[in-house]
């Protein structure tokens, strides 16, 4: 059974002789625990090294820009969850990491992150592995962003703007753009992703097409946008969909 309560000034654990006083209609009642409840709190650090104890933390918020969460043991902390939270606005990575050798996620991983302020993770300690049920972290470059979620999908948005100087040949009543860019993903894919684009242009219409080979890293790609006038600006946009663990 579980029971929520929310001081988080008082922690500690109901033992099955406890009883709490419920009134119904005016008139008090009892209510037989027949297991011990634990009471979860909110903690909060600013310390470049964390380590969770076992002492009743349910919800961990860092509130520094870059600093090491150590997770505590799967064999003290099983069949729990806990959330950690960036809520720091400066920049920097949270490293979210394991106790001895236990592993995070299917993929066996040693650490995650969290990069941005709001991100977080809520993990779930099972037998084996601590498992993402919820959460999302974002990574920005200077061309877009890359949006991690617990299930391990991850999309990745690019947005390239350009005008008539990048404007390279005419191809009857049409002009061939390319739009010279840094073509890194903010983070990195386990495998090589999805990738589709289109384009937009201030004063008339835009296609977009590729040439090239996407990497789990960058999408490689020369972009191209064949436009109907060789003035105004134009945009092409990116988008990258694959998995950021396996």
């Known amino acids: 059974m579980g029971l929520k309560y929310t001081d988080a000034?008082?922690?500690?654990?109901?033992?099955?002789?406890?009883?709490?006083?419920?009134?119904?209609g005016g008139s008090p009642k009892g209510l037989d625990l027949d297991e011990a409840v634990t009471w979860k709190k909110t903690a909060t650090t600013t310390a470049a090294t964390y380590t969770i104890a076992d002492?009743?933390?349910?919800?961990?918020?860092?509130?520094?820009?870059?600093?090491?969460?150590?997770?505590?043991?799967?064999?003290?902390?099983?069949?729990?969850?806990?959330?950690?939270?960036?809520?720091?606005?400066?920049?920097g990575t949270v490293t979210i990491a394991r106790a001895g050798s236990d592993v995070i996620t299917?993929?066996?991983?040693?650490?995650?992150?969290?990069?941005?302020?709001?991100?977080?993770?809520?993990l779930f300690a099972g037998s084996t592995i601590w498992d993402l049920s919820a959460g999302v972290e974002i990574i920005t470059n200077a061309a877009g962003e890359s949006i991690k979620t617990a299930n391990g999908k991850m999309v990745t948005s690019l947005i390239y703007t350009g005008s008539a100087a990048f404007v390279t040949s005419t191809l009857g009543g049409f002009y061939n753009a390319t739009i010279p860019a840094d073509r890194t993903y903010p983070a990195t894919f386990t495998a090589i992703p999805s990738v589709s684009g289109t384009a937009s242009h201030a004063a008339s219409w835009a296609f977009a097409g590729f040439v090239g080979s996407p990497s789990t890293t960058n999408h490689g790609l020369t972009p191209i946008c064949l436009i109907s006038s060789a003035s105004g600006a134009y945009r092409l946009y990116v988008t990258a969909t694959g998995r950021w663990y396996a």
Not at 10 to 19: D, F, P, S
Not at 66 to 89: D, E, H, N
Not at 106 to 122: F, H
């Open 9 to 24: 000034t008082n922690v500690g654990t109901l033992t099955g002789a406890e009883r709490w006083g419920v009134s119904q």
């Open 55 to 91: 002492n009743g933390i349910g919800v961990l918020e860092v509130n520094v820009g870059t600093c090491t969460v150590t997770l505590p043991s799967l064999a003290t902390w099983g069949g729990r969850s806990i959330i950690i939270r960036k809520i720091s606005s400066t920049a």
């Open 106 to 122: 299917r993929a066996d991983s040693t650490s995650i992150t969290l990069t941005s302020e709001g991100d977080y993770w809520e």
